[in-house]
């Protein structure tokens, strides 16, 4: 079973990151952006047993720092045979 | 004092806090491996290095802060053994939740690399007991991460439990209220980004370090 781990900023973070995107998209000529957030995305292949509490404590634990950040899980069920 | 300093791989300036300590103290300090789940028996110091703890994967010291070592330096902690983490320590500290708040990027996304002026704002602590409130000292900064964060009512609850050490005095990193280093409730642990074991001798260019850890030996050996 694989597992996706989205990690973004929450809101009201400054996002140096981001903005330093933004900029250079604009210098790329591209004018509609009105804004950027840089996160991470975190795969994860697991036991087919794996709860969802489970990966949940693996984002607390590690993978997401809760105080600036927030994570979203994306299961992915294995493939039928 | 008998000293112990962490060693992560990606560990830098664990040799410049040693021969800090070594010269203030007289005693060489252990040197203990991430791996090592316990410290050596009857330390009552622990140094938590600057650098890049596993090249600053993930987060900034977020590998090292659970890395076996830091479980015993959590309990030493919690029994009042004074602790500091300088740079990659602090950020180490505060991903192992003993001190508040996360160090983001840089606010300006530069590598910042010079002695700054900072403000003493608290001078009762362990480690501040040897400047004067409000005295103004200079230490030098190298870090990419030091952009000191944590919500409004924890900043407050800083403030009033004066528990700031150090706060730059221009903005360096974007670090909220200039905050350059902070205690926990319990007043033995302080995180700061500026490294005061590169300001112990004239050749460094300043002084200003050696206080803090001369003010240390005196407290702990008091």
């Known amino acids: 079973m694989k597992a ?40 994860l292949d697991l036991a087919d047993e794996t709860s969802d509490a489970e990966i949940e404590d693996m984002c607390r634990k590690l993978l997401a720092n809760t105080v600036i950040e927030n994570f979203r899980i994306e299961r992915m069920e294995p493939a039928q045979a | 004092m008998n000293s112990a300093v962490i060693v992560f791989p990606g560990s830098n300036c664990d040799r410049d806090l040693a021969v800090a300590l070594e010269q203030v103290t007289g005693r060489k300090p252990a040197m203990v491996w991430h791996k090592d789940s316990e410290l050596p028996a009857g330390i009552d110091f622990i140094g938590v290095p600057g650098g890049f703890s596993y090249g600053d994967y993930l987060r ?110 221009d903005s360096v990193n974007g670090s909220a209220r200039n905050i350059a280093g902070i205690l926990n409730d319990a007043g033995n642990v302080l995180g700061l980004m500026p490294h005061p074991e590169r300001a112990i001798e004239p050749a460094h260019g300043g002084t200003d370090g050696r206080r803090l850890f001369e003010g240390l030996l005196e407290t702990v050996s008091a």
């Not at chain 1, 809101?11 to 790329?28: R, T």
């Not at chain 2, 053994?81 to 990027?105: D, H, K």
């Open chain 2, 60 to 169: 900034s010291g977020a590998m090292a802060a659970r890395s076996p070592v830091m479980r015993a330096v959590a309990d030493a902690a919690g029994r009042g053994v004074p602790v500091i983490g300088i740079c990659n320590g602090f950020q180490v500290l505060t991903e192992a939740g003993l001190l508040p708040g996360a160090l983001m990027r840089n606010a300006r996304l530069s590598f910042v690399c010079r002695p700054v002026p900072l403000r003493v704002e608290n001078s009762q602590s362990l480690f501040t007991a040897q400047y004067d409130a409000g005295e103004e000292i200079s230490f030098p900064v190298a870090h990419h991460d030091g952009n000191y964060q944590a919500d409004e009512a924890t900043l407050d609850r800083l403030e009033g439990e004066a528990r700031v050490a150090f706060r730059y005095l």
């Open chain 1, 4 to 43: 996706r781990v989205f990690v973004t900023l929450k809101n009201g973070v400054l996002d140096p990151q981001g903005k330093a995107i933004h900029h250079a998209l604009e210098g790329l000529g591209f004018s509609g952006v009105n804004d950027v957030r840089a996160g991470k995305l975190i795969e």
